[in-house]
């Protein structure tokens, strides 16, 4: 299997495709301003404390305050906060960790209002984005996540990844970071660090120290609250960091300063892999060009069709999405129902392991799979369902078939469900129902254009239109193309854009930025 990554950066927001096997399996698309990532530290203060649900509602800069709980405080939270206030009490000179005391975890089932009081300042991490009308979800725990390692102050630990089978080498990664890590830290030996030399260990060792002594130090400095003390990377490299693997073929960016930020991560963790990052500088939008565009139309949306005529009916609510599995006009199988319900469904189980990850939908999934009778074919579906699970990075835990024919499934949630609404509503009528002749549709183009060069003086502009209308304008020797450039200078390109409904269009400046040319126009 192959992976390749697509990054598309435009001015307001930037979007990650992950394909494996030219076939699109996770998408991730944010503002370039968003914040509330997972993985920020806030300096915040405590807001409200809830006794009844042994937690606390903390102001980390959020329309609606973040939440933390008793037991997300932390065995730690002691020495933190007593670190905390020796960091505050001097903004001079900064505290070294290493000579804070360690203090007595706190009781497993003590209360949060014995522990804080409101107007309290404390140092907080975000572990679940905003989602609906809930705020983010906070932890005092913090950690530093890198490729290899996660560093955690106070925890003062080394642990090893479960996955890695091998006692030796378990021994060998812990004695190893058992003799580099520095006082009042622990440390978590990730996957992907088996094998690895102590030089690679160390390196990123210190880059994760680098990014607590920042985070503190912009703590130490910080005059007015809430203040962002640690910015998770750039959704880019932070996919990176846990997806990357040798499958990797090839990474292709359209931006250099992502380009160069990308380049030089990967040099960092893999330096005879650098070359992999490319930089694109083709006409066509980047997602058009890796036929990625056609994929997040096709795989978003209500239904999704995937086999012979069969298709999933996904509708997600605030407490759970629910998936209906339907066989549709599938011509029936010779062998008979069973087998034909069966070999739906499983159809089923492959596509909804990838609309799982590609939407990153979480919390409770409830399948309406069509019912079968034998009990070997629902052990089968059950274990097919698992064996795709089996790619998946988020937590998730599978139920058998019940008797209703529905199968559970919880999924980790940490951000909201990508949803990407793929109905396009109409540009030239804006939902009227009646537009103007679509035969004039090129003569409001070239008006457009003949406002912009001689009204506005712009010169040199690129005009994104439907692919259809794009071959229409460009067919010919003299073509409607070459007739604009003559009449309005050669600073004009035409570029096809799958985006575009059909009679749409977007015209964009030399840097990139929109140009808004769009007007709607009463139809009588």
């Given at each position: 299997m192959?992976?390749?990554?697509?990054?598309?950066?435009?001015?307001?927001?930037?979007?990650?495709?992950?394909?494996?096997?030219?076939?699109?399996?996770?998408?991730?698309?944010?503002?370039?301003?968003?914040?509330?990532?997972?993985?920020?530290?806030?300096?915040g203060?405590?807001k409200?404390?809830m006794?009844?649900l042994n937690?606390?509602?903390?102001?980390v800069g959020?329309e609606?305050?973040?939440?933390?709980?008793?037991?997300?405080?932390?065995?730690?939270?002691?020495?933190?906060q007593?670190?905390?206030?020796?960091?505050?009490?001097?903004?001079?000179?900064?505290?070294?960790?290493?000579?804070?005391?360690?203090?007595?975890?706190?009781?497993?089932?003590g209360?949060?209002?014995?522990?804080?009081?409101?107007?309290?300042?404390?140092m907080?991490?975000?572990?679940k984005?905003?989602?609906?009308?809930?705020?983010p979800?906070?932890?005092?725990?913090?950690?530093?996540?890198?490729?290899?390692?996660?560093?955690?102050?106070?925890?003062?630990?080394?642990?090893v990844?479960?996955?890695?089978?091998?006692?030796?080498e378990?021994?060998r990664?812990?004695?190893?970071?058992?003799?580099?890590?520095?006082?009042n830290?622990?440390?978590?030996?990730?996957?992907?660090?088996?094998g690895?030399?102590v030089?690679?260990?160390?390196?990123?060792?210190k880059?994760?120290?680098?990014?607590?002594?920042?985070?503190?130090?912009?703590?130490?400095?910080?005059?007015?609250?809430?203040?962002?003390?640690?910015?998770?990377?750039?959704?880019?490299?932070?996919l990176?960091?846990?997806l990357?693997?040798?499958?990797?073929?090839?990474?292709?960016?359209?931006?250099?300063?992502?380009?160069?930020?990308?380049?030089?991560?990967?040099?960092?963790?893999?330096?005879?892999?650098?070359n992999?990052?490319?930089?694109?500088?083709?006409?066509?939008?980047?997602?058009?060009?890796?036929?990625?565009?056609?994929?997040?139309?096709?795989?978003?949306?209500?239904?999704?069709?995937?086999?012979?005529?069969?298709?999933?009916?996904?509708?997600?609510?605030?407490?759970?999405?629910?998936?209906?599995?339907n066989?549709?006009?599938?011509?029936k199988?010779n062998?008979?129902?069973?087998?034909n319900?069966?070999?739906?469904?499983?159809?089923?189980?492959?596509?909804?392991?990838?609309?799982?990850?590609?939407?990153?939908?979480?919390?409770?999934?409830?399948?309406?799979?069509?019912?079968?009778?034998?009990?070997?074919?629902?052990q089968?579906?059950?274990?097919?369902?698992?064996?795709?699970m089996?790619?998946?990075?988020?937590?998730?835990?599978?139920?058998?078939l019940?008797?209703?024919?529905?199968?559970?499934?919880?999924?980790?949630?940490?951000?909201p469900?990508?949803?990407?609404?793929t109905a396009?509503?109409?540009?030239?009528?804006?939902?009227?129902?009646?537009?103007?002749?679509s035969?004039?549709?090129?003569?409001?183009?070239?008006?457009?254009?003949?406002?912009?060069?001689?009204?506005?003086?712009?010169?040199?502009?690129?005009?994104?239109?439907?692919?259809?209308?794009?071959?229409?304008?460009?067919?010919?020797?003299?073509?409607?193309?070459?007739?604009?450039?003559m009449?309005?200078?050669?600073?004009?390109k035409?570029?096809?854009?799958?985006?575009?409904?059909?009679?749409?269009?977007e015209?964009?400046d030399?840097?990139?930025?929109?140009?808004?040319?769009?007007?709607?126009?009463?139809?009588?």
């Open positions: 192959t992976s390749e990554l697509v990054v598309d950066v435009q001015p307001k927001e930037i979007s990650i495709a992950l394909l494996e096997d030219k076939n699109l399996v996770e998408f991730q698309q944010e503002g370039r301003s968003a914040s509330f990532s997972v993985g920020n530290i806030y300096l203060r405590v409200k404390l006794p009844g937690a606390c509602f903390v102001d959020h609606r305050d973040a939440f933390l709980h008793y037991l997300d405080l932390g065995p730690q939270f002691h020495s933190y007593k670190y905390l206030k020796q960091v505050l009490s001097n903004r001079k000179k900064l505290y070294p960790i290493s000579k804070a005391t360690s203090l007595p975890d706190i009781d497993k089932e209360s949060i209002s014995n522990i804080l009081q409101s107007g309290q300042e404390v907080v991490q975000i572990v984005e905003p989602i609906s009308t809930k705020g979800r906070l932890t005092c725990e913090l950690s530093f996540a890198g490729r290899y390692l996660v560093l955690m102050p106070f925890n003062d630990k080394v642990s990844s479960q996955k890695i089978k091998s006692s030796e378990r021994t990664l812990k004695q190893l970071l058992q003799s580099i890590k520095p006082k830290f622990g440390i978590i030996v990730r996957t992907v660090a088996e690895k030399r030089a690679e260990l160390d390196a990123e060792l880059v994760l120290l680098k990014h607590w002594e920042e985070s503190i130090t912009k703590v130490q400095k910080a005059t007015k609250l809430p203040a962002l003390a640690y910015e998770e990377t750039s959704r880019t490299v932070a990176l960091r846990d990357f693997s040798p499958s990797f073929e090839n990474i292709h960016i359209n931006d250099e300063t992502v380009f160069n930020e990308v380049k030089d991560y990967v040099t960092l963790i893999a330096p005879n892999r650098a992999i990052v490319k930089l694109y500088t083709g006409k066509l939008p980047i997602f058009d060009n890796f036929a990625i565009t056609k994929q997040i139309k096709s795989s978003f949306g209500k239904t999704i069709s995937y086999k012979n005529g069969a298709y999933l009916i996904i509708e997600h609510t605030e407490a759970l999405h629910v998936v209906d599995v066989s549709g006009n599938r011509s199988s062998t008979g129902q069973e087998a319900a069966l070999d739906v469904n499983l159809g089923a189980a492959d596509e909804l392991a990838r609309q799982l990850r590609l939407r990153d939908m979480g919390g409770i999934i409830v399948v309406d799979f069509i019912d079968m009778n034998l009990a070997e074919n629902r089968k579906l059950y274990e097919r369902m698992c064996q795709n089996q790619k998946d990075r988020a937590k998730h835990n599978i139920l058998p019940s008797k209703f024919g529905l199968m559970q499934i919880t999924r980790q949630r940490v951000r469900a990508m949803d990407v609404n396009e509503t109409c540009p030239t009528c804006f939902g009227k129902g009646t537009i103007k002749p035969i004039l549709f090129t003569d409001t183009l070239e008006s457009k254009i003949d406002y912009l060069v001689n009204k506005i003086g712009i010169k040199r502009f690129t005009l994104h239109i439907h692919p259809y209308i794009a071959a229409y304008v460009n067919q010919g020797f003299f073509s409607l193309k070459r007739q604009w450039q009449k309005y200078g050669f600073g004009i035409v570029i096809p854009s799958q985006k575009l409904a059909f009679l749409q269009y015209f964009y030399p840097k990139g930025e929109e140009i808004d040319m769009k007007e709607e126009i009463e139809i009588k």
